[in-house]
């Protein structure tokens, strides 16, 4: 576990005896065995569930958690997804990045959002405004609209299956999407 020290500074990693173990900036929630850590410069890195260091503090300048065994990672100002054991799945080459569901992680290229499924595919047009990462088989996605009469032509084809098309007012929609042999 992990305790914030009174200067709200610095939080300490403590063994099941409430020893300290190590210091760090911050501490994340452990998912999935591992925890973010900030040490005093900023950069992220990851911590198991003994408090060990298991990449080097200069990893990242960003990280999330991890999620289907793939966590967003930030370095040098671009997104990719590494594993569990620290490998690139995707190396950082988006501007923005949404934690793995259901196989598929949204991710922002060129100001516009699609998916990329866990091989690093891209698997949709990068042609939202915002999307989510998938709950319960679904993506929240918006699309901007210049016509309140315009429809949406869907270019992921077989990708998605029973498309609802909502107003939410006279110039954004929200598509909620069943995702199907998306990857």
């Not at 990893?59 to 930030?74: P, R």
């Not at 032509?153 to 069943?178: C, G, K, P, W």
């Amino acid at each position: 576990g992990f305790i914030q020290k009174n200067d709200g500074q610095t939080s300490i990693f403590v063994d099941k005896n409430l020893h300290k173990v190590r210091e760090y900036a911050e501490i994340g929630e452990f998912s999935e065995g591992f925890a973010r850590v900030k040490d005093a410069k900023g950069k992220i890195s990851y911590i198991n569930d003994r408090g060990e260091l298991v990449l080097r503090a200069t990893a990242f300048d960003d990280a999330g958690d991890f999620s289907e065994g793939k966590a967003w990672v930030k370095k040098n100002g671009k997104w990719g997804y590494i594993d569990v054991n620290f490998n690139w799945l995707v190396k950082p080459e988006y501007d923005a990045a949404r934690d793995f569901s259901g196989g598929l992680a949204a991710v922002c290229k060129n100001g516009k959002w699609g998916y990329i499924n866990t091989q690093g595919s891209e698997v949709t047009d990068f042609i939202f405004d915002d999307a989510s990462s998938l709950y319960a088989g679904k993506a929240y996605v918006k699309y901007f609209v210049t016509l309140v009469s315009a429809f949406l032509v869907l270019t992921m084809a077989s990708r998605i299956q029973n498309a609802e098309f909502n107003e939410e007012d006279a110039y954004y929609h929200v598509l909620t999407a069943q995702w199907e042999d998306a990857y």
